[in-house]
T-cell receptor, first 116, second 114 residues
């Protein structure tokens, strides 16, 4: 596998279910990100991890719970979601962002989530 | 605060036409980075280019070219001799200062008809 992979690609879940999204990067990067992409809205950054430490939580509801066990893997645990949480969830990775440098992010194909 | 405006929402061209996608950005930071990404129907965003605020040289890569103008806070993207495979949503993004957040524009849907 190369690049950034995400599983599952599609997920349908009820509002009372618990599920997890998985992201894996094979690029040797140290930063990972979760984004939400809803129809007609700009991409929204949800979480940022640098060297396995969460460095940003962009006011995301607690029904979304990220986990980063190592620099190559990132999870998004979902529970008691709402229909408005239906969206494309994109994972990305990059070299760790420094104060004076910024690196491009490489994205996975996303998980299309539908909450019924 | 940072902001990226992509005023065009949808563009449709016929194959082999040239097309320019506009991007206007706002930031108070003097150090910033600009990006373009392509999102084909498959979903993943594909990185196209990164440009930092100290490098105003225009860039050409095959049929793609970028025009960075600090005077007008614009970073426009031109596809020459468009092809059907260029059909996608194109996002311009900005990262400014020490903030790790990428601010994306709303995207431009480009349709290239045969």
């Amino acid at each position: 596998e190369t690049g950034v992979t995400q599983t599952p690609r599609h997920l349908v879940m009820g509002m009372t279910n618990k599920k997890s999204l998985k992201c894996e990067q094979h690029l040797g990067h140290n930063a990972m990100y979760w984004y939400k992409q809803s129809a007609k809205k700009p991409l929204e950054l949800m979480f940022v991890y640098n060297f396995k430490e969460q460095t940003e939580n962009n006011s995301v509801p607690s029904r979304f719970s990220p986990e980063c066990p190592n620099s190559s893997h990132l999870f998004l645990h979902l529970h008691t979601l709402q229909p408005e949480d239906s969206a494309l969830y994109l994972c990305a990775s990059s070299q760790a962002q420094g104060q004076l440098e910024s690196y491009e992010q490489y994205f996975g194909p996303g998980t299309r989530l539908t909450v019924t | 605060a940072q902001k990226v405006t992509q005023a065009q929402t949808e563009i449709s061209v016929v194959e082999k036409e040239d097309v320019t996608l506009d991007c206007v950005y706002e930031t108070r930071d003097t150090t910033y980075y600009l990006f373009w990404y392509k999102q084909p129907p498959s979903g993943e965003l594909v990185f196209l280019i990164r440009r930092n605020s100290f490098d105003e040289q225009n860039e050409i890569s095959g049929r793609y070219s970028w025009n960075f103008q600090k005077s007008t806070s614009s970073f426009n993207f031109t596809i020459t001799a468009s092809q059907v495979v260029d059909s996608a949503v194109y996002f311009c993004a900005l990262k400014a200062g020490a903030n790790s957040k990428l601010t994306f524009g709303k995207g431009i849907t480009l349709s290239v008809r045969p």
